[in-house]
């Protein structure tokens, strides 16, 4: 028992770094499937039907093909191809980024879809470019619709980094291994892992909580109205 | 519109998180050096999270003798030959057995150290190495090792009865069978031996898998870097040092 206690002592520093690792994998790859799901979403919804088939293909292949396949596919594969020498980590949040840009985007479009297609029209007829609308008018209420579905996809991103270990990137989940390899302390060192999952998890969705509540816009909680 | 520069301020600060991209700097004569971190007393993370073991501390005295710098890298063991040929890494010193099939995507250094295979069972077990061979049962081996492959190609060979299970980890196999989900493990001695200190369990026996010797991977072509790890090699071997790291890992 006093043995379990040293272990998890001596181990709790170390997977405490992984866990930063962790962090910074997924809100990177959050922050990259950001920017990409916004603009699949617009151009789904708004777009030219060959660019609408275009990003189609797109959330059609990343939503297909596991995360494990896509890691040794753009790692080893495609990124070396190309002649780029990324590191693992950054490898990491890109393919983990593309991926949630692909799973993003149909938050996102739900959300625009909601929003009553009048607004567009009065907008034109204010004299706003399609542009200057959808930035102005429907991205703002859409965007807050998305909140509790963005923080959907952070806790399950969250949970699918554990994979990035494949390129070496020490995160919780490989730095739990190592650890339990060398003591022979597999449940307790598995236990404290899922618990650092938990913390990261329940911070995430606290921060996005507070945030829904920091942009809603008083009197229009529900936008339908 | 102040409420739309909140959105796209926070988008821009994303994508500048998204965009720094850390390259390894190439410094004159600085090595990676890519380790299985679940690979005690070779190769392991000790307390404080730095890597450790036997071959990390051979690496590191090779690394002062010849005047290069070396960083120990843990990989995941079934892509490690996969990431030194992508030069994500530069050798692979981590308990590695030399065999003919890696030899034809990598060269290996001059052998530093001969490793039996051996059966592990749960104390107590009664088991015989002859037992896991011929009766129905199940046995655990760690994904992409030679005794993985050797026990595969064997076993249709000899019509023996097993069914392997693969792990991650040889001490992942190790705590299936203190579980009972398997009967016994196959694994490298060392690190079998290593497992009997900390958990219920006991060697069986050797497997009739032949001895094997370790050796360092480097790519095909890097002539060079294999002929400064042969060079350290030969004078770590040659130095009293070499016995001492002998005492310090691998003897009980």
């Not at chain 2, 720094?20 to 004569?29: D, G, R």
């Not at chain 2, 090779?62 to 005047?67: P, Q, S, T, V, Y």
Request: zero cysteines; a positive charge; aromatic letters at 12%.
């Amino acid at each position: 028992m006093l043995e379990t206690f040293e272990v998890l002592k001596d181990a709790f520093p170390y997977l405490l770094e992984g866990a930063g690792v962790t962090a910074l994998a997924v809100v990177g790859a959050m922050a990259f499937g950001f920017v990409i799901g916004i603009h699949i979403a617009v151009f789904q919804v708004y777009g030219p039907w060959w660019l609408r088939r275009v990003v189609g293909l797109y959330v059609w292949f990343f939503r297909g093909v596991p995360i494990l396949v896509l890691l040794f596919l753009f790692y080893f594969g495609l990124f070396s191809l190309i002649g780029i020498n990324l590191s693992a980590l950054t490898s990491v949040i890109l393919v983990l980024g593309m991926t949630s840009g692909a799973y993003q985007s149909q938050i996102y479009r739900g959300a625009i879809q909601s929003l009553s297609y009048g607004q567009l029209k009065a907008a034109r007829a204010l004299g706003m470019s399609d542009t200057r609308a959808i930035l102005s008018i429907i991205l703002p209420q859409a965007l807050r619709l998305s909140i509790p579905g963005f923080s959907n996809e952070y806790s399950i991103i969250l949970k699918d980094s554990a994979l990035a270990f494949v390129l070496g990137t020490t995160e919780i989940m490989a730095r739990t291994h190592f650890v339990a390899s060398r003591t022979y302390q597999h449940l307790p060192l598995y236990l404290l892992a899922a618990l650092l999952y938990f913390m990261l998890t329940w911070m995430g969705v606290k921060v996005l909580r507070k945030l829904e509540e920091k942009v809603r816009i008083p009197g229009y909680s529900h936008l339908q109205g | 519109m102040g409420q739309n520069r909140i959105w796209f301020g926070l988008a821009g600060i994303f994508a500048m998180i998204s965009m720094t991209v850390p390259t390894a700097s190439a410094l004159e004569k600085s090595y990676i050096n890519g380790i299985d971190a679940n690979f005690p007393p070779f190769a392991y993370v000790d307390k404080t999270g730095k890597p450790a073991g036997f071959d990390v501390d051979a690496i590191d005295w090779i690394a002062a003798k010849l005047g290069f710098k070396v960083k120990h890298q843990p990989m995941d063991w079934d892509g490690i030959i996969p990431n030194l040929n992508a030069k994500k890494i530069d050798f692979i010193a981590s308990g590695m057995s030399i065999n003919p099939e890696r030899e034809k995507v990598v060269n290996f250094s001059i052998p530093y150290y001969d490793i039996k295979q051996v059966f592990v069972g749960k104390k107590g077990s009664g088991l015989t190495v002859d037992d896991v061979r011929t009766k129905k049962m199940k046995l655990g081996v760690q994904r992409g090792t030679t005794e993985a492959e050797w026990l595969k190609t064997e076993a249709e060979k000899q019509g023996w009865n097993f069914t392997l299970t693969y792990y991650d980890s040889a001490p992942l196999a190790i705590e299936d069978v203190v579980n009972g989900r398997i009967a016994a493990a196959a694994m490298d001695d060392a690190p079998a031996e290593d497992a009997v200190t900390k958990k219920p369990v006991e060697i069986l026996g050797t497997f009739g898998m032949k001895e094997e010797k370790f050796g360092i991977a480097v790519r095909k072509e890097d002539k060079e870097l294999l002929e400064a790890l042969n060079k350290g090699l030969t004078m770590l071997m040659a130095d009293p040092y070499w016995q001492v790291l002998i005492e310090k890992h691998l003897k009980k």
